[in-house]
């Protein structure tokens, strides 16, 4: 097993310390952002930042994967809470920490079952329209703050919208001026040396203003107080009907967490050269969300922005983790006073900055160009879940990923085998339309697995290309199971079927390079009764070809 903290070494130690500070200038405004964003108290995003932080970094295979609450995750949270418990409220504050547990229940569920494989079925079209939704939700919420105006944050999309338009009569003059220096400094800053957190120093400057000039008087919005003090234990109690209500959700929030968070482990382990265990960091993220559950934060996920910021600086550890951990706590100890004058402004357009790129807008136009209906996957996705909701938009997902494979499942390649003189050549060309393979024999390979989804459009498709052989003899069509995995009954069925069909035309049907595996299921299946099977398609074709007449004049 791999100890913690694989790849720290004395001469590491110092680019892993710096690195670890730079994560922690990063990490608390976000966090503090995403909290407000969830509908949670500013507490809530620091608490996850110590305890879930630590757990993840010790116990996670991948090296450089950032575990704390995102963007995408904090909205999950509010709309799906939101319709349960009224936003800032005591009950919702419970209900977001039995939340965190389920998804750590969840995670640790999916390791020990070894069923990570399930957040496959989250296409990246649809992780683009999903989370592009989310992001567009936030945007507005971050773009009211940074105006100064009020609006409903638990309410829907449209709501929102309404109540962001409504109130622009109102806009406080000096959050706009906030807002645009805010994002001003973080846009230019960026193009000027990347590695600066650019994010603190907005923070920084952007409450030094609002103290000096007394801002908060003049209608511009400030945290208030965060009371400060370790995490404490606690546990979240719900009525059983409380806890199976938040499981749609939980749900939710872990399957998009395994595809993410699996996704960037696997990326920047293969990047640096170390392997990586899909179940391990699975369990790293599940008792991290218990952790957080369980001492007043919320569901924690990976953080790809800071992954890539971690990359960049020159970690290749989880040490940073650790510092921040540590960072975050003296902060919650002695100096949380000085976060109680933080402009909302400032919070909003640093978060409105970070999730823009989670629009996808780049992602969607490189879909239009390459796959018309992959587009509309992700299109769809996205408008449901912004117009409907997130936990819709999820359930739509999984039904657009079943309908996507179900199509390309429907409509595999089968291919009529071309051949020729040369005996050296092998059977792997296929042939035109309405072609035979060799004279009287005809070799038809499909290439996936059969199944319910293509069994009768194989045997529709064996049945044309039998009978556009015009006049020419046909004795025997031989299967090609090379690339056949697994046969399911229906398919099956199909199959038994087209034998029969083909043995009222006296064509007899034979099958070649079976596997071991699909042979015994098969036989099981009661399709290879009589059957011949062959190990390669020339010999087959030799079985069932007329003799050479010259041959037969010499012997």
């Known amino acids: 097993m791999q100890r913690p903290l694989a790849g720290l070494t004395r001469t590491r130690l110092v680019t892993e310390t710096l690195s670890g500070v730079t994560l922690l ?77 389920l998804c750590g229940v969840m995670f640790v569920l999916l390791a020990f079952f070894k069923m990570g494989f399930l957040a496959n079925f989250l296409s990246k079209p649809i992780l683009i329209g999903f989370v592009g939704g989310l992001a567009l939700d936030i945007l507005v919420s971050q773009v009211a ?20 338009v409504q109130g622009l009569a109102g806009a406080n003059a000096w959050s706009i001026v906030i807002s645009v220096g805010a994002i001003l400094i973080l846009l230019v800053g960026r193009r000027i040396r990347a590695a600066v957190p650019w994010a603190l120093i907005v923070m920084v400057l952007a409450t030094v203003v609002t103290v000096t000039a007394r801002l908060d008087e003049y209608g511009v919005a400030v945290l208030g107080e965060v009371p400060a003090g370790p995490p404490a234990l606690t546990w979240p109690v719900l009525s059983w ?76 550890t989880q040490f940073p983790s ?12 002695f100096g949380t006073g000085l976060l109680a004058d933080i402009p909302s402004p400032a919070i909003g357009a640093i978060v409105a900055i970070a999730v823009l790129p989670l629009l996808g807008v780049r992602e969607f136009a490189r879909l239009w160009r390459l796959d ?115 046969v399911d009954v229906t398919a099956a069925e199909s199959v038994t079927e087209l034998s029969q069909w083909l043995q009222r035309r006296n064509i007899v049907l034979s099958f070649s390079r079976l596997r071991p595996r699909s042979e015994v299921r098969l036989r099981r299946l009661g399709v290879i009764q009589d059957q011949q099977t062959f190990p390669t398609n020339r010999a087959a074709v030799a079985a069932f070809s007329p003799p050479d007449p010259l041959q037969s004049s010499h012997e």
């Open 25 to 101: 200038a990063i990490a608390i405004p976000l966090n503090i952002g995403y909290a407000q964003i969830a509908g949670l108290p500013a507490t809530a995003g620091l608490y996850a930042l110590v305890v879930p932080t630590l757990v993840y970094a010790l116990l996670a295979s991948s090296r450089q994967v950032v575990a704390s609450p995102d963007a995408a995750a904090a909205a999950l949270v509010a709309s799906s809470i939101g319709g349960l418990a009224v936003a800032g409220s005591e009950q919702y504050a419970t209900m977001a920490l039995a939340q965190a547990i």
């Open 145 to 164: 703050k940074m105006l100064g105006v009020k609006i409903e944050s638990g309410g829907e999309f449209v709501e929102k919208v309404v109540g962001l």
């Open 241 to 316: 009907l409380e806890w199976l209500a938040l499981v749609p959700s939980a749900l939710a929030l872990t399957m998009v967490t395994t595809a993410e968070g699996l996704l960037v482990s696997r990326s920047y382990g293969e990047k640096r050269g170390y392997a990586t265990q899909p179940n391990r960091d699975l369990f790293a993220f599940g008792v991290a969300n218990i952790t957080a559950g369980a001492q007043g934060s919320f569901a924690v996920g990976s953080s790809t922005s800071r992954t890539a910021a971690m990359d960049q600086s020159g970690s290749r």
């Open 322 to 333: 650790l510092v921040l951990a540590a960072g975050t706590l003296l902060l919650l100890l």
């Open 372 to 486: 018309r209906f992959e587009f509309a996957i992700g299109a769809t996705c996205f408008a449901v879940t912004l117009f409907v909701g997130s936990i819709p938009g999820i359930l739509v997902a999984f039904v657009l990923a079943l309908l996507n494979m179900a199509r390309r499942a429907a409509t595999p390649a089968i291919d009529v085998l071309a051949s020729d003189d040369n005996p050296q050549q092998s059977l792997l060309e296929s042939a035109s339309p309405g072609a035979l393979t060799a004279p009287g024999v005809l070799v038809v390979r499909l290439a996936a697995p059969l199944f319910f989804a293509n069994g009768v459009v194989f045997s529709d498709t064996v049945k044309r290309a039998v009978t556009s052989v015009g006049k020419d003899p046909l004795r025997a069509v031989i299967i090609d199971m090379e690339a056949v995995t697994d």
